[in-house]
């Protein structure tokens, strides 16, 4: 099987249902922010952090997927036929279970911080960045056409990103920097 399909070449592409869409369409453009957003932590991950972040951050791109794959499915349908495609409240406990357990690894924040740090902080801001730009596009689909889990699961990715770009930088002992 060849890896290039020749069938987008007019500028179009194919959702879960089948359908055709141009591929500037809003909810393309949703999951390639999503797309995007994983790969940003690809490169995070490039950096070698510390095996709890690395394993974390794995499956924070597993949901990712699954994330883009319910995008990708106007009829909503996937969730019911592929059970890895399902993002529910477990994984946003899920995550806000790391954001309290990591936030409690930094000092308190006491002003707004400028992005940087070590390799892995400052893709994890990038990736922080991506993640807010991927939310408004999701949001731009309407709230009534999103499930409200893929909502809260990106809502609190940011916040995630930010506290794990924060970790690395502490136990790194690379003094932050505020604005």
């Known amino acids: 099987m060849k890896l290039y399909t020749k069938t987008g070449d007019a500028g179009e592409t194919s959702l879960f249902d089948g359908t055709r869409v141009p591929k500037s369409e809003r909810r393309v453009a949703a999951y390639g922010d999503v797309d995007e957003l994983n790969a940003t932590l690809g490169l995070a991950l490039a950096a070698r ?3 709890d972040l690395t394993a974390l951050l794995t499956d924070v ?3 990712l997927f699954s994330v883009g794959a319910r995008l990708a499915d106007p009829g909503h349908g996937i969730a019911k036929r592929v059970e890895k495609a399902d993002i529910r409240e477990a994984n946003v406990r899920r995550m806000e279970d790391a954001i309290d357990r990591y936030d409690a690894e930094v000092p308190p924040l006491r002003q707004f911080l400028l992005p940087g740090g070590s390799q892995g902080a400052s893709a994890l ?3 922080r960045a991506v993640c807010r730009r991927a939310e408004r596009s999701i949001v731009g689909l309407g709230v009534e056409n999103t499930p409200p889990e893929l909502l809260q699961y990106i ?7 930010f506290v794990l770009a ?7 002992q690379i003094q932050e920097r505020g604005w």
């Open 125 to 127: 801001h990038l990736a």
């Open 49 to 51: 952090l510390d095996d």
């Open 166 to 172: 924060r970790v690395i930088n502490n136990r790194q």
């Open 61 to 63: 791109q597993r949901d």
């Open 155 to 161: 809502n609190r990715l940011s916040d995630l990103l």
